[in-house]
């Protein structure tokens, strides 16, 4: 009962027993980045006055959004669109889920203790994308970017600039240059009307200004809202700065690749703090960046064994200190970085929380009452 196919039935997110439905659906998938770009498109749109339930994969469930505002809205006006966050598994269960919109933001190698491989988990992605009418992809990832040949219609969007992308075999349909977020017409707005840290979230911005602009929002209303834009708890979240040091919270950083990109995304140097119950994956480009960025790393939970022996054979310079939970590893984070000069404490797990928590929202909900209590 969740939804129906878009292509037996235009316009219409789910066919009940009358024809009771007439919202559009913006589906965004990936492994990292989707919650972000997800709160992103559903701001810009409701800021550009548009009527856009979030819901998906970040807490609301789409077919309750449905039950609610389409089946029992009693004659009123359905929502102009439906912003939905989909995990693999969401995606899996829904094959027929056809959006008007959909966004891929990266493909990075996660939940194959599900999947079984990396072609299979693709593929789950790539299904939702393949029935898109429109399909916003990101010109940056490097999975995405090597198959690009394979997609007949897409629009590309890349913050590497728009060479780089006609380099690679891709005619960008937006990009940043100089600062500014272009498309083929011309400059569009300042890409610092978002701030937050890091490349990545440049990414983010050209996606969500993709959806935004096919969504039917100019682009001046675009930039007033992303200038509005508070950013997503729990990734690269800025808690607070004691004794002149900033701490960040990156819970969702449930894998080595979404870590990495934090890493990436601060100056250093830095005190990390990873830990959890650990998942597979290629750990290497994270400590490559942990050696650049981190004096120090405080490992904790059920990992925390596992990590001590990765870093060591990654030949991790810096100091590493191995604790049970992050009740022991905030103030340690607090002393190292004070003694050692660090501008920033940085919590990005690299791990799923299941060993101590329900979830990562708990985790870093735990981190944040620990640092506020400093």
């Known amino acids: 009962f969740f939804f129906s196919s878009r292509r037996r039935h235009t316009r219409s997110l789910c066919d009940w027993s009358s024809d009771v439905c007439s919202?559009?659906?913006?589906?965004?998938t990936g492994t990292n980045g989707k919650t972000t770009v997800t709160h992103l498109v559903h701001h810009l749109l409701v800021r550009g006055g548009q009527d856009a339930p979030l819901c998906g994969n970040v807490g609301t469930s789409a077919a309750d959004v449905v039950r609610e505002r389409i089946v029992r809205a009693d004659g009123a006006s359905p929502p102009d669109w439906l912003v939905v966050e989909l995990s693999s598994y969401q995606i899996e269960a829904a094959a027929e889920l056809a959006p008007a919109i959909g966004i891929w933001t990266t493909l990075t190698p996660d939940h194959l203790e599900r999947h079984g491989t990396l072609d299979a988990y693709r593929a789950i992605k790539r299904g939702l994308l393949q029935q898109s009418d429109l399909r916003i992809l990101n010109a940056d990832d490097p999975d995405l970017r090597s198959r690009a040949a394979s997609w007949d219609q897409a629009r590309w969007v890349t913050a590497g600039g728009r060479q780089a992308a006609l380099d690679a075999g891709i005619d960008p349909h937006l990009w940043i240059e100089a600062g500014e977020l272009w498309s083929a017409d011309g400059p569009l707005f300042p890409a610092a009307a978002l701030a937050m840290p890091g490349a990545h979230n440049?990414?983010?911005?050209?996606?969500?200004?993709?959806?935004?602009?096919?969504?039917?929002?100019?682009?001046?209303?675009?930039?007033?809202?992303?200038?509005?834009?508070?950013?997503?708890?729990?990734?690269?979240?800025?808690?607070?700065?004691?004794?002149?040091?900033?701490?960040?919270?990156?819970?969702?950083?449930?894998?080595?690749d979404a870590a990495e990109v934090a890493l990436r995304a601060l100056e250093g140097p830095l005190v990390v703090l990873a830990g959890g119950q650990s998942k597979r994956g290629d750990a290497s480009g994270w400590i490559r960046e942990l050696r650049r960025q981190a004096t120090s790393v405080i490992v904790y939970g059920a990992a925390r064994d596992e990590f001590s022996a990765l870093l060591a054979?990654?030949?991790?310079?810096?100091?590493?200190?191995?604790?049970?939970?992050?009740?022991?590893?905030?103030?340690?984070?607090?002393?190292?970085?004070?003694?050692?000069?660090?501008?920033?404490?940085?919590?990005?797990?690299?791990?799923?929380?299941?060993?101590?928590?329900?979830?990562?929202?708990?985790?870093?909900?735990?981190?944040?009452?620990?640092?506020?209590?400093?």
């Open 23 to 28: 919202s559009d659906l913006i589906g965004i």
């Open 202 to 256: 440049l990414q983010n911005l050209v996606m969500a200004t993709a959806a935004a602009l096919a969504a039917g929002l100019a682009p001046a209303a675009i930039e007033a809202a992303c200038r509005s834009f508070p950013g997503v708890p729990h990734r690269l979240e800025r808690i607070r700065t004691h004794r002149g040091i900033t701490w960040f919270n990156d819970s969702k950083a449930t894998n080595y």
């Open 313 to 374: 054979e990654g030949g991790f310079g810096g100091r590493v200190d191995s604790v049970a939970g992050l009740a022991e590893a905030v103030p340690l984070a607090s002393s190292l970085a004070v003694a050692g000069g660090c501008p920033a404490v940085l919590l990005s797990p690299a791990c799923a929380s299941f060993d101590q928590y329900s979830d990562f929202e708990a985790r870093g909900e735990h981190f944040r009452r620990l640092v506020l209590a400093l």
